[in-house]
């Protein structure tokens, strides 16, 4: 049964874009919610199903480069969903990034057309970037952010376009900046689920798709799971200056 006052969160194609178990972003959207005394309710949308228009925020995950061909197939033939999406707040994470760019190029130079929603593009970088990643975000109410990643695409904002954060060690976009950050998409390469490992983008998040701030939140495990990764990444990063000089 559906509660008409609940915010709706609407995960799109767990089937598809779940390998790296960013559906937990749903899971905590939802319980941030009750846990601030708001009704909420996740949707999931699966690969059979169309998508409704009613969310109130939208969650797509990383996948791989078929999966991903797929998903962008699956959204291109949903336009009341991309209408949706264009005003609506999503957060997508690596390939659910990807997908909603311009287009997207694999490491076998097969370019596909994308959704359309951002004005950005990807292109297979190099080599695989996988490991832990620290971020600065560009909204100063969102602390560092941490994450893990694990892709092979560099993605390419187009002009005046803001990313979601400077990386401070790690690849993210390739360029030294993670993500993006619209009026109305969070968009990042981090993986953890990043809304577990962050829950003031969470937060931040949930402010713009309500309108209302939540109370802080003391979660003492998820401090020092934050303050573990913080750590790590850091004396990783030491380590790395170090070698270099
Ligand atoms: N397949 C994409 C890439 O390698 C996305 C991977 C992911 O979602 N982690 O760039």
């Known amino acids: 049964m559906t509660d008409d006052s609940a915010v709706r969160v609407v995960l799109l194609l767990p089937d598809v874009l779940g390998t790296y178990s960013d559906r937990g972003n749903a899971t905590v ?7 601030g005394g708001m009704p909420a309710e996740v949707m999931e949308v699966s690969a059979q199903e169309t998508a409704p228009t009613s969310g109130d925020v939208y969650v797509l995950g990383g996948g ?3 999966a991903q061909a797929y998903a962008v197939q699956w959204l291109r033939g949903q336009p009341a969903l991309l209408t949706t999406m264009r ?4 957060l997508a994470v690596c390939a659910g990034m990807q997908v909603l760019g311009d287009w997207m190029q694999d490491s076998d130079g097969r370019r596909t057309t994308g959704a359309g ?6 292109s297979a970088g190099p080599r695989r970037a996988v490991g832990e990643v620290l971020a600065e975000c560009t909204d ?3 602390q560092t952010l941490t994450g893990f990643e694990n892709h092979r695409g560099r993605t390419y904002l187009g ?14 976009n390739g360029d030294g900046a993670d993500g993006v950050l619209t009026a109305n998409v ?3 390469y981090l993986h953890g689920p990043v809304l577990a490992r962050n829950p003031t983008l969470a937060d931040f998040l949930l402010r713009r798709a309500t309108g209302q701030a939540l109370s802080a939140l003391e979660v003492p495990d998820q401090e020092a799971a934050r303050r573990l990764h913080l750590g790590g990444a850091r004396r990783r990063r030491l380590r790395s200056v170090l070698r270099r000089s």
């Open 87 to 90: 005003t609506t707040q999503v």
């Open 117 to 122: 929603v951002l004005d950005l593009t990807t």
């Open 159 to 172: 002009p005046g376009v803001p990313p979601l954060g400077r990386v401070l060690s790690g690849t993210g």
């Open 29 to 35: 959207l939802v319980q941030r919610l009750r846990m």
């Open 186 to 188: 969070v968009g990042t």
């Open 140 to 142: 100063r109410d969102v």
């Open 64 to 66: 791989e480069d078929a």
